[in-house]
């Protein structure tokens, strides 16, 4: 890529929440991108429900795939980062938002969209019987796991809903119809005001009021909650009322992160604003939906409306607010249209004055509802550049996809003189995970401790866009060699190259990059020792690492025998999940279970293994399961054999590989089909390129039961027995065997 042509990172906005208004902005970045400026979406979750159709959703007209926007898929089709983490602070002085397990973020400019709490009494605030309304995620699987119980064990159950506002009509209405076979399920709505609905006109009041009583509840107005326990609520501090599970859709709370801040809030907490939504403490800081409170409409309600149409200022007062231009100012509109879900087929249409209940309604609802959705949902993936016809030109992929294949570095290193030294046991031309090297000549040859040194070096370009992740996730993957090796680590050297930007962008990524780093080598008792830096336009990261073994001890690649078992502890399919990622491809449910497999260090399983007597083992990395078990038979004069229904896989894999994604990598990988025995079009995730992926190791029938249960109670959930070592033929190379014990017969 020519550098000439790289636009540097000159600023960093922060998108705290992802209501309306932010995901408008990042739908927005995407189609107009601004040049020199990086946008980071943070998000506790990954996956979001669209709060107007919960109430469908509850009430089963929706599957959860209907409402939800998944953000980790939509965030990375337009470029933006996504940090899937709860924000604990935010230091204005310092431009921070900061983190409790991870390292804080700099802003040039930052918005909030943080949403509202439902306001309770102290101590009725969260608890197994006590629900708070948001985050709607944790109430739906309140429901769930209520229906669940009451099915399986009916008993009777009173659920008390307290706030008479929109969100509680609804809720109120949507969780009747949903328990409505459920024997003896009664709801109760309390209403601190003088009726139902009293921002709407009274006959909307009036039309939810009426469906409620047709449907057995009560309904209690002039009824304020004013303390309560466990098991009964204090209605107008001194009647009690009791319940099962109480739900709180009451009048928005601010956010603590706000009042924390250090902001300027309104009487209530929320975050004051001006007309061009930003704080009116400081410029740098915007607000939107309902955590603000506009100075010029102070009164104007907490609905996601308003939100919708604050995304288009906010994008475009950022851009400006950045450029140094002239701001635009928010008004919102006199009247708002509103559709309330009244769980019945129909939905009550509120617009000013206006209110009709009707089916035409709620199919206008529907249709409104399913075209916002469709937003955030529908989206082309991210695709290759236009000369992707030409494998050289496609969009490469990163982490151990991004290696040389193995046909190009033996090519290479057959035609290399690299030395011979004594002190060297084991070094290129051995084909192990690592070098090995004697800490000091053998006396007499009688040394008492034979400890050797063990190296590596790991480097690739980022293969996902957080750099604290990334820096955790090198360290673990550059570590592992010497774990494959029984080896003990203690030391590392890193080699990082930065994108270009300005230098304190430059430093904050820098700092991310080597604190997750950091945090990974400490928790694997290795210490970072210095290193080098350099530009270039990609963030990649490697380390050369340092360990120690006793030479007797080491796991070679070249110690399989006839009869073992091969054991695998992590599944495979990283390379193509990666590579869907980085077109907007992969799902969130997949990738967080990537992320969580890839962030689990193989060094107690390097411990497992050694204690089970274990001596030839490796990490299955880039060259794929295919080309790192070869690599074993070929120094041992084996063959496997696989059972492919027992091969452990990433949820996702097959899915992404049937729309023919594959990692880069993948195509040289698969030159290896040539020696594997099976069906005509060997399985893909032989080939697959792993980035942190797990032991292959070969474990004696005896123990391997015993070898596995203890995996798998180490937190190896995945680990599996494979396959096992068979004769090679007299007239092949060694060869990988494929059969399927489902069926006794080899399968694709």
């Given at each position: 890529?020519?550098?000439?042509?790289?636009?540097?990172?000159?600023?960093?906005?922060?998108l705290?929440?992802?209501?309306n208004?932010?995901?408008?902005?990042v739908?927005?970045?995407?189609m107009?991108?601004l040049?020199?400026?990086?946008v980071?979406?943070?998000?506790?979750?990954?996956?979001?429900?669209y709060s107007a159709?919960?109430?469908?959703?509850i009430?089963?007209?929706y599957?959860?795939d209907?409402?939800?926007?998944?953000?980790?898929?939509?965030c990375r089709?337009v470029?933006v980062?996504?940090v899937?983490?709860?924000a604990?602070?935010?230091?204005?002085?310092?431009?921070?938002?900061?983190?409790?397990?991870?390292?804080?973020?700099?802003?040039?400019?930052?918005?909030?969209?943080?949403?509202s709490?439902?306001?309770?009494p102290?101590?009725l605030?969260?608890?197994a019987?006590?629900?708070?309304?948001?985050?709607?995620?944790?109430?739906?699987?309140?429901?769930?796991?209520?229906?669940?119980?009451?099915?399986?064990?009916?008993?009777?159950?009173r659920?008390v809903?307290v706030?008479?506002?929109a969100s509680?009509?609804?809720?109120a209405?949507?969780?009747?119809?949903?328990f409505?076979g459920?024997?003896?399920f009664?709801?109760?709505?309390?209403?601190?005001n003088?009726?139902?609905?009293?921002?709407?006109?009274?006959?909307?009041?009036s039309i939810?009021?009426t469906l409620?009583?047709?449907q057995?509840?009560?309904?209690?107005v002039?009824t304020?909650?004013t303390?309560?326990?466990?098991?009964?609520?204090?209605?107008?501090?001194?009647e009690?009322?009791?319940y099962?599970?109480?739900?709180?859709?009451?009048n928005?709370a601010?956010?603590?992160?706000?009042?924390?801040?250090?902001l300027?809030v309104?009487?209530?907490?929320?975050?004051?604003v001006?007309d061009?939504l930003q704080?009116?403490?400081?410029?740098?800081v915007?607000?939107?939906?309902d955590?603000?409170?506009l100075?010029?409409?102070?009164?104007?309600?907490?609905n996601?409306?308003?939100?919708?149409r604050e995304?288009?200022i906010?994008f475009d007062?950022?851009?400006?607010f950045?450029?140094?231009?002239?701001?635009?100012?928010?008004?919102?509109?006199?009247f708002c249209?509103?559709?309330?879900?009244?769980?019945d087929t129909?939905?009550?249409l509120?617009?000013?004055?206006?209110v009709?209940?009707?089916r035409l309604?709620r199919?206008?609802k529907?249709?409104?509802d399913?075209?916002?959705?469709?937003?955030?949902?529908?989206?082309?993936?991210?695709?290759?550049?236009?000369?992707?016809?030409?494998?050289t030109?496609?969009?490469r992929?990163g982490?151990?996809g991004?290696?040389?294949?193995?046909?190009v570095?033996?090519?290479?290193?057959?035609?290399?003189?690299v030395?011979?030294?004594?002190?060297?046991?084991?070094g290129?031309?051995?084909?192990e995970?690592a070098?090995?090297?004697?800490m000091?000549?053998?006396?007499?040859?009688?040394?008492?401790?034979?400890?050797?040194e063990v190296q590596t070096?790991?480097?690739?370009?980022?293969?996902?866009?957080?750099?604290?992740?990334?820096?955790?996730?090198?360290?673990?993957?550059?570590v592992s060699?010497?774990?494959?090796?029984?080896?003990?680590p203690?030391s590392?050297?890193?080699?990082?190259?930065?994108?270009?930007?300005?230098?304190p962008v430059q430093?904050?990524?820098?700092?991310?990059?080597l604190?997750?780093a950091?945090?990974?080598?400490?928790q694997?008792g290795?210490v970072?020792?210095?290193?080098?830096?350099?530009?270039?336009?990609e963030?990649a990261?490697?380390?050369?690492?340092?360990?120690?073994?006793?030479?007797d001890?080491?796991f070679?690649?070249?110690?399989?025998?006839?009869?073992?078992?091969?054991?695998?502890?992590k599944?495979?399919?990283?390379?193509?999940?990666?590579?869907?990622?980085?077109?907007?491809?992969?799902?969130?449910?997949?990738?967080?279970n990537?992320?969580?497999?890839?962030?689990l260090?193989?060094?107690r399983?390097?411990?497992?293994l050694?204690?089970q007597?274990?001596?030839?083992?490796?990490?299955?990395?880039?060259?794929?399961l295919?080309?790192?078990?070869l690599?074993?038979?070929?120094?041992?004069?084996?063959?496997?054999?696989?059972d492919?229904?027992q091969?452990?896989?990433?949820?996702g894999?097959?899915h992404?590989?049937?729309?023919?994604?594959?990692?880069?990598?993948?195509p040289?990988?698969a030159?290896?089909?040539c020696?594997v025995q099976g069906?005509?079009?060997?399985?893909?995730?032989?080939f697959?390129p792993q980035?942190?992926?797990?032991m292959?190791?070969?474990?004696?029938p005896?123990?391997a039961?015993?070898?596995l249960?203890?995996?798998?109670?180490?937190?190896?959930?995945?680990a599996?027995i494979?396959?096992e070592v068979i004769?090679?033929s007299t007239?092949?190379?060694?060869?990988?065997?494929?059969f399927?014990?489902n069926?006794?017969?080899?399968?694709?």
């Amino acid at each position: 890529m020519d550098s000439s042509r790289i636009v540097p990172i000159q600023k960093n906005v922060i998108l705290v929440g992802a209501g309306n208004a932010h995901l408008r902005f990042v739908k927005m970045f995407g189609m107009h991108p601004l040049p020199g400026v990086a946008v980071t979406l943070v998000s506790e979750a990954p996956v979001i429900p669209y709060s107007a159709m919960v109430p469908g959703h509850i009430a089963r007209d929706y599957a959860w795939d209907d409402i939800t926007i998944d953000l980790v898929r939509l965030c990375r089709s337009v470029n933006v980062r996504f940090v899937s983490e709860r924000a604990t602070g935010i230091d204005v002085a310092r431009r921070k938002v900061t983190f409790a397990s991870r390292p804080e973020l700099s802003y040039d400019v930052l918005s909030l969209g943080l949403g509202s709490l439902p306001a309770c009494p102290p101590g009725l605030e969260c608890g197994a019987s006590s629900w708070l309304m948001r985050p709607l995620g944790g109430l739906l699987k309140h429901l769930d796991t209520l229906e669940t119980q009451l099915r399986q064990s009916p008993r009777p159950f009173r659920l008390v809903i307290v706030g008479g506002g929109a969100s509680g009509c609804e809720l109120a209405l949507a969780i009747r119809r949903r328990f409505a076979g459920v024997a003896d399920f009664r709801l109760t709505l309390l209403q601190s005001n003088s009726r139902l609905l009293p921002q709407f006109p009274a006959k909307a009041a009036s039309i939810f009021a009426t469906l409620m009583e047709q449907q057995g509840m009560t309904v209690r107005v002039n009824t304020r909650v004013t303390g309560g326990d466990e098991k009964t609520l204090e209605l107008n501090g001194s009647e009690r009322l009791g319940y099962d599970a109480v739900l709180w859709a009451t009048n928005a709370a601010p956010h603590t992160l706000i009042r924390a801040s250090g902001l300027v809030v309104n009487e209530d907490g929320f975050l004051k604003v001006q007309d061009t939504l930003q704080s009116v403490a400081d410029p740098a800081v915007f607000g939107t939906g309902d955590c603000i409170s506009l100075v010029s409409y102070p009164d104007l309600p907490k609905n996601g409306v308003y939100a919708v149409r604050e995304g288009g200022i906010l994008f475009d007062n950022v851009g400006c607010f950045l450029r140094e231009r002239p701001l635009s100012r928010f008004r919102p509109q006199r009247f708002c249209l509103c559709l309330l879900n009244t769980s019945d087929t129909t939905a009550a249409l509120c617009y000013g004055p206006l209110v009709w209940k009707s089916r035409l309604a709620r199919r206008l609802k529907d249709r409104i509802d399913r075209a916002w959705i469709e937003k955030f949902t529908q989206f082309t993936p991210m695709a290759e550049p236009a000369a992707a016809e030409d494998e050289t030109f496609q969009m490469r992929c990163g982490g151990c996809g991004s290696k040389v294949s193995s046909d190009v570095l033996s090519a290479v290193l057959k035609r290399i003189d690299v030395g011979d030294d004594p002190r060297v046991l084991l070094g290129c031309r051995a084909g192990e995970d690592a070098s090995v090297h004697r800490m000091r000549p053998k006396l007499f040859g009688n040394d008492p401790e034979r400890l050797v040194e063990v190296q590596t070096v790991d480097y690739f370009k980022a293969f996902v866009d957080d750099p604290y992740l990334f820096g955790r996730i090198a360290a673990i993957n550059a570590v592992s060699d010497l774990f494959a090796m029984n080896a003990r680590p203690f030391s590392a050297l890193a080699i990082a190259t930065l994108p270009y930007a300005r230098g304190p962008v430059q430093e904050a990524l820098l700092y991310e990059l080597l604190s997750g780093a950091v945090h990974t080598l400490r928790q694997l008792g290795v210490v970072l020792t210095g290193g080098h830096t350099t530009e270039g336009s990609e963030l990649a990261l490697g380390f050369a690492v340092t360990g120690y073994a006793e030479e007797d001890s080491l796991f070679q690649k070249s110690k399989l025998q006839t009869g073992d078992v091969l054991i695998l502890t992590k599944p495979l399919g990283s390379g193509a999940l990666l590579a869907a990622w980085m077109r907007g491809d992969c799902r969130a449910a997949w990738f967080e279970n990537l992320i969580r497999n890839m962030l689990l260090a193989n060094g107690r399983a390097a411990d497992i293994l050694r204690q089970q007597g274990v001596q030839s083992c490796t990490d299955v990395t880039g060259f794929g399961l295919a080309g790192h078990l070869l690599e074993m038979l070929d120094a041992s004069k084996v063959s496997a054999r696989l059972d492919t229904a027992q091969v452990p896989l990433y949820d996702g894999f097959m899915h992404v590989v049937k729309r023919g994604i594959v990692s880069t990598l993948h195509p040289d990988n698969a030159k290896a089909a040539c020696r594997v025995q099976g069906p005509p079009t060997p399985p893909a995730w032989l080939f697959d390129p792993q980035t942190s992926g797990g032991m292959l190791a070969a474990v004696k029938p005896a123990i391997a039961s015993a070898a596995l249960r203890s995996l798998i109670e180490a937190g190896y959930g995945d680990a599996a027995i494979i396959g096992e070592v068979i004769p090679t033929s007299t007239t092949e190379p060694p060869t990988i065997h494929l059969f399927d014990r489902n069926f006794s017969r080899a399968t694709p």
